[in-house]
């Protein structure tokens, strides 16, 4: 029985194809191939610095009666207008960690089987089994709660409307002009103060109350004296805000970034808004420490990353906040990008150990025999 040709050329095509995929696997495997092949596709992490920072509001509301404090108490220098102060309390660093976009990597032939990945694609360890932690958002917000809202006076006068008679015997209501109601505040303050100095004092000379009605009685009286005085000298509240901001260095120290901005008028504010002093940060890299790493991570091995598995040598490096000449705070911390990446040895990748790397800096954290 006689083949056709176009038979006979059909089966010479398929045995060509199954030799080629053949050869391709076995220089795959040999790492001869150059080109794409399968693989999982990891980062290794770089560390970014978070602060925190607590601060603290004061709203001042003038009083409705401040023009008359010199004239009816004696009180100078009373404030005649609104008034915001920040200050800020507290400062707190923490680093975090985020794929390197310039250290993305393809595991390949046995060791991409093995690989344990964060949710965000980090590197986390090799034939083993492990409990990732998932990541925490971290919001900022510089819509401040109560930015608007400011404290309140309530009318104190006693009678707020009084009816003087006329030659005719008649009454009519006629409402108190506001020097008025700040004379009749004026005197109830001085009432109030005989009345607590005359309780203090016994000055009637009659028995007095129990010790806990006494202690009532006289913060009762104050109180109303202080909400009397309010009136004039006015009052003020305090609220605490907290704000966070990150950073990501590059591979190289930095000096002078400009982190937020702060005004003693507006809080807490983004680098972008000028109406605020600059808040800088220094990240200062430890060249000593990347130096010797660069010297030692060198492999004499030619099949030294074949795997296309690499981990990281973080550097080390000092941290400073400052606020012009003031520094607001400082550390040391490990920063994974300051150090130097190194292919895992190809030894270790048999099946036969299991890795564990720290997420945060991409540093080993155990290598152990299964």
Not at 39 to 53: A, D, K, N, Q, W
Not at 108 to 128: C, D, F, P, R, Y
Not at 249 to 261: C, D, T, W
Request: charged content about 25%; aromatic content about 8%.
């Amino acid at each position: 029985m006689k083949l056709s040709i176009l038979t006979l050329m059909l089966m010479l095509f398929a045995v060509s194809i199954v030799s080629a995929q053949k050869e391709d696997k076995k220089k795959a495997a040999s790492g001869a191939i150059t080109g794409p092949v399968e693989g999982v596709v990891y980062s290794l992490p770089e560390t970014g610095i978070r602060v925190h920072v607590k601060a603290t509001r004061e709203r001042f509301v003038h009083g409705p009666f401040s023009q008359y404090a010199q004239k009816m108490l004696g009180i100078d220098n009373v404030p005649q207008a609104d008034a915001d102060r920040w200050n800020m309390d507290e400062m707190q660093l923490e680093v975090f960690s985020e794929p390197d976009p310039d250290q993305v990597h393809k595991a390949l032939g046995k060791a991409a089987q093995m690989v344990s990945l964060t949710e965000s694609g980090i590197l986390a360890g090799i034939n083993t089994d492990m409990n990732i932690d998932k990541s925490i958002l971290q919001t900022s917000s510089f819509l401040l709660k109560n930015l608007d809202q400011q404290s309140k006076f309530t009318d104190l006068s006693i009678w707020s409307y009084y009816s003087p008679a006329d030659s005719t015997k008649k009454f009519k209501m006629v409402s108190k002009n506001q020097e008025q109601k700040a004379a009749e505040a004026a005197e109830t303050i001085f009432n109030l103060r005989n009345s607590r100095f005359a309780l203090l004092t016994n000055a009637d000379d009659e028995p007095l109350p129990d010790g806990k009605s006494f202690e009532i009685m006289t913060e009762e009286l104050g109180r109303m004296e202080d909400n009397y005085l309010a009136l004039f000298i006015g009052k003020s509240d305090k609220q605490s805000y907290e704000f966070s901001f990150d950073f990501v260095p590059g591979q190289k120290s930095v000096k002078g970034e400009v982190f937020f901005r702060f005004s003693e008028d507006r809080g807490v504010l983004p680098k972008t808004d000028l109406s605020g002093r600059p808040i800088v940060i220094d990240v200062v890299k430890s060249e000593g420490l990347s130096t010797k790493q660069g010297a030692l991570s060198a492999s004499d091995n030619p099949f030294a990353g074949k795997s296309g598995l690499y981990y990281r040598m973080p550097g080390m490096a000092e941290i400073r906040i400052m606020d012009g000449s003031n520094q607001l705070a400082t550390s040391r911390t490990a920063i994974a990008q300051f150090g130097t990446t190194a292919p895992i040895p190809e030894d270790i990748l048999d099946g036969n150990f299991k890795l564990e790397f720290f997420p945060n800096t991409g540093a080993v954290k155990s290598i152990t025999e299964k």
